[in-house]
């Protein structure tokens, strides 16, 4: 089993990555904040801790072998407990996890359904389950998680950050960038407290009008 890998990243998808070890070139299957996260490592080194598993279906005779890759041991282990969750699987799994691991973990903890109902293929019913399965489990992953690639990772996102950030998204920001802008924005104005008025903020901050 490859439990880590190191080598140069060469490509990027929604989905994978394609590291470069040597004289081979290996897919590595992402989760989205991964992605975001290594946009701007494209040709740089890095490293990946990963988890092995056969796609397909055994009586069909067409089973495919694929490595998924994660920015830290902490978020392989925090995987391996997300799909436990009955209806969540790998696939699933990695298109879901659009936020930061410790934001995720912090919504399951504190029961905030509906944060997890933002999450990509994360209907009410599945947030429910996640909730239901998980809660109480997962304490260590939502306080303090950090990221091998840096940023992005720091504390839970608040229901008006995580609505700020899904908007920014959708008007064609970065989310890695977003992220940080959502951060740098709260800081300076802890008062504001919902998605209209952090929105407009983060914009003046990108833009260099904000004081």
Same mark, same amino acid.
């Given at each position: 089993?490859?439990?880590?890998?190191?080598?140069?990243?060469?490509?990027?998808?929604?989905?994978?990555?394609?590291?470069?070890?040597?004289?081979?070139?290996?897919?590595?299957?992402?989760?989205?904040?991964?992605?975001?996260?290594?946009?701007?490592?494209?040709?740089?080194?890095?490293?990946?801790?990963?988890?092995?598993? #056969? /796609? &397909?279906?055994?009586? +069909?005779?067409?089973?495919?072998?694929?490595?998924? $890759?994660?920015? @830290?041991? !902490?978020?392989?282990?925090?995987?391996?407990?997300?799909?436990?969750?009955?209806?969540?699987?790998?696939?699933?799994?990695?298109?879901?996890?659009?936020?930061?691991?410790?934001?995720?973990?912090?919504?399951?903890?504190?029961?905030?359904?509906?944060?997890?109902?933002?999450?990509?293929?994360?209907?009410?019913?599945?947030?429910?389950?996640?909730?239901?399965?998980?809660?109480?489990? #997962? /304490? &260590?992953?939502?306080? +303090?998680?950090?990221?091998?690639?840096?940023?992005? $990772?720091?504390? @839970?996102? !608040?229901?008006?950050?995580?609505?700020?950030?899904?908007?920014?998204?959708?008007?064609?920001?970065?989310?890695?960038?977003?992220?940080?802008?959502?951060?740098?924005?709260?800081?300076?104005?802890?008062?504001?407290?919902?998605?209209?008025?952090?929105?407009?903020?983060?914009?003046?901050?990108?833009?260099?009008?904000?004081?």
């Amino acid at each position: 089993m490859i439990a880590q890998i190191e080598g140069k990243l060469t490509s990027l998808t929604p989905e994978s990555g394609l590291l470069k070890v040597g004289p081979i070139s290996y897919e590595i299957m992402l989760p989205g904040y991964a992605v975001s996260q290594l946009a701007g490592q494209i040709n740089s080194d890095v490293s990946f801790y990963t988890m092995q598993y #056969l /796609e &397909g279906s055994p009586g +069909g005779g067409n089973l495919l072998p694929r490595l998924v $890759g994660f920015l @830290s041991e !902490a978020e392989r282990e925090f995987f391996h407990q997300y799909t436990s969750v009955k209806g969540m699987g790998i696939r699933k799994g990695l298109k879901s996890l659009t936020l930061p691991v410790a934001t995720i973990a912090g919504a399951i903890e504190s029961g905030d359904e509906k944060l997890l109902k933002t999450l990509p293929q994360v209907g009410k019913r599945l947030a429910q389950l996640m909730i239901a399965q998980l809660q109480g489990k #997962l /304490e &260590g992953y939502a306080v +303090g998680e950090t990221t091998a690639a840096g940023g992005g $990772g720091g504390a @839970s996102f !608040a229901n008006y950050q995580v609505e700020a950030l899904e908007i920014l998204v959708a008007w064609g920001e970065k989310r890695a960038e977003a992220m940080e802008l959502i951060e740098l924005a709260s800081n300076k104005h802890p008062d504001v407290k919902s998605a209209e008025e952090l929105v407009p903020l983060v914009y003046k901050i990108k833009q260099g009008t904000e004081v």
